[in-house]
């Protein structure tokens, strides 16, 4: 089929907290293409259990959420981020209700209106979590979606994935994106583009994301000549169901929020080795404690478990987790869930500001792809759902002031598929995406050393050669753009974890323990563009 040429005012790739807020928040004036690999729900928003990080209890403080922030940063954030997200939480929270979202709130007898039910999760000082039972991540995005179907200047075009901007004397004037229906690369030209794909946890052989993030979203604005930073601090979610069939299943942190305790698999705890907060410690050192114990005991999995608590409890607050479970055969309300830590969160990103404006005109990034400076060295829970919404916000805003409407002024080229031929070798993408997952789970994953991460970049090395003479002789694919960008990331993931000589946060080599006085980003920079 004839590859088509589009005209938008703004693109958005990835169906998102962030990338539907921000097509929302644009006015109604604005033509906006809202391009998604799959489908509307697709994304890591959707299968987000815990909820989100607000300052609206009466008790609770800006200035209390932004120093629990910091210390779970481990002095990378930085502070005019977090203030001015957390600042923000208020109108969020309103701004969500307006659309529909139903958070669970309290009982009342007074005929006052209910308040909101909040929880704790690790590294909160307060419980200001709000959460829609254990699937608060399904409540926003479907209400999300709705809207979004509902908007006459919104056009949702499935089965799109992202190839490259589309540059022109510095500026992104749009975007090449595959249609995996018709196999043709079509031209989307735009006033704005906009990445808001998620982050790059399917660089691992375990991962919490049922969609898998394959960091295109921060590959293709590498390639385009922007920042990244801090790709070296991924955070891996302590508590994934262990079992053969249970495929990308997070347990929700609520659980340990709410009194579950981590054990061996003789039922011991163990936490109290590790950190006084026990089970309610940031995620990081959870991950690294459960990961030593393994490790220590050779064991394949650890235990969570939350029976001790009364069945009645369990299925009101987690009905999700306790159903998904009795799939496999596992009563919550009477025994503990075998777990394991799997790759969660891309802490780094693409370099922003506070308008989601990366180093290159007319291209924004935002959520999981961006690196604002609110996560630091590791994220606090349930801060990333807030984050995609107060930036998805502001960098509307500022598209709909500012954005320059450069359309007619030059004419993208087509796709060029003219030296390429179909693939008849596919196995090798399959085989590649197998090997890098492994190597990148072994030698870059919650424990690091020097000699393992020069062993990745050597593998990385290699499979990057291969698969650009790959993707230069066959035609895209899906498995190919994604296992491209993979690459792309994982590298920089390896580059920034070798530039890091400490440990902080998310990072941790055994070949240097400690913490340095000075906390620095890692930040790198492309080569200029040929």
Same mark, same amino acid.
């Given at each position: ?12 790739? @990835? ?10 928040? !644009? ?23 815990? @909820? ?12 209390? %959420?932004?120093?629990?922030? !910091? ?17 923000? +939480?208020?109108?969020?929270? *309103? ?26 999760? #690790?590294? %909160?000082? &307060? ?40 540059? &022109?004397? #510095? ?85 340990? #929020?709410? @009194? #579950? ?31 030593? *114990? ?54 780094? @990103? ?103 991460? *020069?062993?990745?970049? &050597? ?42 000589? *400490? +440990? ?5 080599? !055994? ?20």
């Amino acid at each position: 089929m004839t590859a088509r040429r589009y005209h938008y005012d703004a693109v958005v790739v @990835g169906t998102g907290a962030a990338g539907m807020s921000l097509a929302l928040h !644009l006015p109604k004036s604005f033509k906006i293409a809202l391009l998604t690999k799959t489908s509307l729900n697709q994304g890591s928003t959707y299968w987000a259990q815990g @909820g989100m990080a607000a300052v609206i209890d009466a008790d609770d403080t800006v200035e209390s %959420h932004v120093a629990d922030t !910091l210390v779970a940063g481990a002095g990378l954030c930085d502070l005019d981020a977090v203030t001015f997200t957390v600042a923000r +939480s208020g109108q969020v929270v *309103e701004w969500l209700v307006s659309m529909g979202v139903n958070f669970d709130r309290l009982e009342s007898n007074t005929g006052e209106p209910k308040a909101f039910h909040l929880t704790r999760e #690790g590294g %909160h000082s &307060h419980r200001r979590i709000l959460h829609a039972a254990d699937a608060t991540g399904k409540a926003i995005s479907r209400t999300l979606s709705a809207r979004v179907s509902e908007a006459e200047n919104i056009d949702v075009l499935t089965h799109r994935v992202a190839v490259d901007a589309i540059m &022109h004397e #510095g500026t992104c004037r749009g975007l090449y994106a595959l249609n995996t229906k018709t196999g043709s690369v079509d031209v989307f030209e735009a006033r704005a583009v906009v990445l808001a794909t998620g982050g790059a946890s399917k660089a691992y052989l375990y991962t919490s994301n049922p969609d898998g993030n394959s960091g295109d979203g921060i590959a293709i604005a590498w390639r385009a000549g922007c920042r990244v930073a801090n790709m070296e601090f991924n955070q891996f979610h302590p508590t994934c169901l262990y079992h053969p069939r249970a495929k990308s299943t997070l347990i929700t942190e609520a659980i340990r #929020g709410e @009194g #579950g305790y981590l054990c061996l698999p003789n039922g011991e705890r163990f936490m109290h080795r590790f950190d006084s907060r026990l089970e309610l410690a940031p995620r990081d050192i959870v991950a690294r404690a459960i990961d030593h *114990e393994m490790k220590r005991l050779g064991a394949d999995h650890l235990l969570l478990d939350i029976s001790h608590k009364p069945a009645d409890f369990i299925w009101g607050h987690f009905p999700n987790t306790a159903k998904r479970c009795l799939e496999f055969g596992i009563d919550i309300t009477k025994e503990p869930m075998p777990i394991v830590p799997a790759a969660h969160y891309t802490c780094g @990103g693409v370099v922003v500001d506070q308008h989601g404006r990366t180093d290159i005109p007319g291209l924004f990034a935002i959520g999981e792809t961006s690196h604002t400076g609110l996560h630091g060295a590791n994220r606090m829970a349930s801060n990333s759902l807030l984050e995609c919404l107060v930036y998805g916000q502001s960098a509307a805003s500022y598209i709909a002031q500012e954005a320059p409407d450069l359309r007619g002024h030059f004419t993208p080229a087509a796709w060029d598929e003219s030296q390429v031929v179909d693939s008849d070798e596919d196995v090798v993408i399959s085989h590649n995406w197998d090997e890098l997952r492994r190597f990148m789970w072994d030698y870059v994953g919650i424990v690091r050393t020097d000699k393992r991460l *020069e062993r990745a970049q &050597h593998r990385c090395d290699l499979l990057s050669a291969e698969i650009n003479e790959y993707y230069a002789n066959y035609r895209v694919s899906t498995d190919l753009l994604e296992l491209r960008n993979l690459v792309v990331v994982s590298d920089l993931m390896i580059r920034c974890a070798r530039a890091r000589k *400490e +440990s902080r946060g998310l990072h941790f080599t !055994l070949d240097y323990p400690d913490t340095l006085p000075d906390a620095h980003d890692t930040i790198l920079t492309p080569s200029p563009r040929a």
